[in-house]
């Protein structure tokens, strides 16, 4: 599947029939979120800070992609972080030197973690006992050996237990590829490139433990319930939908200034947080 393909399928991928990695996160952040999310879907509003962290795994893809081929080129990677850029509003780059400093940066982790031998962005798709929805993820990076590295960018660092922390992400991750294949996950990792003046490549990472799995199915599986909780009870209902299972607002406020569903960004959420 194409990059364009993947974006294509991505967007069209109705959280209703299958639950993602990216619905849970969102809406662990803000719950009435992922209710207008299930039922009054809108287009994502785009910034420089989501848009930099596009660029950066299309770069870092490109980047062990050359490196399959023999030596990784941080042009190459650039010009397709590039590319991705071009997409959208000129207003939302972020600057290339930023882009190229973070690539550059990335060169000997390649070595480091053998990443010329792992599959980059691998689509995901099982059926997990005890979860009643089919996952859908889209890790970024996975070894041959079933680790798992997801790629971040952050104005702070992440806490030391990040990784042992990440149930509805990681824990998604490994319980899908886990059961889409016969591979035990052996441990997983966030690479985070900290956006501070000095900015730096930051890897917390976590050896998976049954424990680790039993807390990740536990939280996933309530999400599974929540969603289709949220799908019954607005099945048919002509007077709009209702929110019966999703009762968290947003986590902070500054959700609220770039989210679709804010009225001043043409939403219908009603307890949108003044920023």
Known sequence: MSRAEQSAALAARDPRQFLSKSFMVGAELCGERAHLDLNRPRPFRMNEAVLFG????????????????????????????ELVMLEHDEALWPAIEDVDLALKAFLPHIEQFDMADMVTQPHIRADVPGIDMTLDCHPDLMGRDGSIIDIKTARRAKEPDAAARSYLELGAYVLAAEAASDTRVGWVAYMTWVRTKSPYWQIVDFEVTDEFRRRAKERIRRYADAVKADVRANAERAAGPINVSFPNGPAFPSLCGGCAHAPKNGGECTITEEV
Not at 56 to 81: Q, Y
């Open 54 to 81: 596009k660029a950066i795994d299309v770069g870092v893809e490109a980047l062990i992609e050359s490196a399959r081929k023999g030596t990784p080129s941080v042009a190459f990677a650039a010009h397709e972080a």
